[in-house]
């Protein structure tokens, strides 16, 4: 079940101002082309969890809408198992799930045994599957505690429960989520997050993730495609990110002195009692050089080390400190991790 994305743009005309003269405003030099997704390229793999990743209005939702054939691409082409998603749109949601975290599926006034009871008709689900993934729903989602309680009694963690669940009645071989886990609690996200886990080693489900919860990512996602002002600027292995652009750690040592530390090959950006922060790139020392060249001069009682956090490797690739990647390309560049 391959996913193919071959230049892949969309735009809209948008109005540029709107105290231009009413004769601008209504012929096309009142309006601008803009790029929500630009020229981007990938392909996902059966049976892959990608992390789709990116700051409000980088393209990340646009592009979902597009694989799942609610819009229509401006140019490129999609192929989803062959299928193109807009054209062939009856076809294509048999083979897909979508769960949006702020929208539901279900029937807001309906128990939620109703609504799966419509679904499974819409799909044609037959009796026997019907009720091995009823089994399945209850023992890892736990959805017999509220199956007759209708939509609007329901908690914000039960209702995505129940959505996740209503996704995946018909079978498909592939999930688009968008913001899972958005407002849930710890536990409520652990429940989902052990769902998909479940439904991607047993059945190979091929998942598309959009999120902007770490927890997510880093407890999901084999791969991340991560996408600025409608651009791709990395295609890649989670790991190689981390140590990609996670270069920097951060040494705290505990110094007993009056003078000033310095540390060659390293920086100096915390001081707070007897407890140094130093930053160093581990391309060029590593701790133990740094406390081999500490004690020397000073009495180190004790250090840890910190290492990069993935939301602030994120953050800064967001920030703009990046070269814009081609597909399946990477750039070698060093972040801070402040």
């Known amino acids: 079940m391959k996913i193919e994305v071959n230049q892949l743009s969309k735009h809209y005309q948008v109005q540029r101002n709107k105290k231009e003269p009413l004769w601008k405003l209504l012929s096309r030099r009142g309006y601008e082309t803009k790029r929500v997704v630009d020229n981007i390229s990938f392909n996902v793999e059966e049976g892959e969890i990608v992390g ?7 393209g990340k939702s646009t592009t979902i809408k597009m694989l799942t054939g609610i819009l229509v691409p401006s140019e490129g082409e999609i192929l989803v198992n062959g299928i193109v998603p807009h054209k062939n749109r009856k076809e294509h949601s048999k083979q897909i799930g979508v769960v949006f975290g702020q929208r539901s599926q ?14 499974k008709h819409m799909y044609k689900v037959s009796d026997i599957q019907f009720k091995k993934k009823l089994d399945l729903f209850h023992d890892v989602l736990d959805i017999g505690s509220f199956i007759n309680t209708p939509v609007r009694n329901l908690s914000l963690g039960q209702k995505m429960r129940a959505d ?26 652990e429940r989902i ?146």
């Open 106 to 119: 279900l029937w807001w006034e309906l128990p939620v045994a109703d609504s799966f009871n419509l679904l």
């Open 52 to 58: 789709y990743l990116g700051p409000n209005g980088a």
């Open 193 to 338: 997050r052990e769902f998909i886990q479940t439904i991607n080693r047993e059945n190979k489900v091929t998942v598309i993730l959009t999120t902007h919860d770490v927890g997510d990512i880093e407890a999901l996602c084999h791969r991340t495609i991560i996408i600025d002002k409608g651009k791709i600027i990395y295609n890649g292995d989670l790991d190689n990110m981390k140590s990609q652009f996670g270069k920097y750690r951060t040494l705290i040592v505990d110094i007993k002195t009056e003078k000033p530390v310095y540390v060659e090959n390293a920086t100096i950006v915390k001081v707070e009692g007897s407890k140094v922060w130093i930053q160093f790139n581990r391309n060029v020392t590593n701790p133990t050089q740094i406390i081999s060249s500490l004690i020397k001069t000073y009495e180190v009682e004790d250090f840890t080390v910190e290492e990069p956090q993935i939301e602030n490797i994120i953050k800064h690739i967001y920030d703009g400190k990046h070269s814009t990647l081609s597909n399946n390309e990477r750039v070698d560049l060093d972040y801070g991790i402040n």
């Open 164 to 189: 996740f669940a209503a996704s995946l009645l018909h079978d498909p071989q592939i999930l688009f989520l968008d913001e899972p886990t958005i407002g849930l609690d710890v536990v409520a996200k």
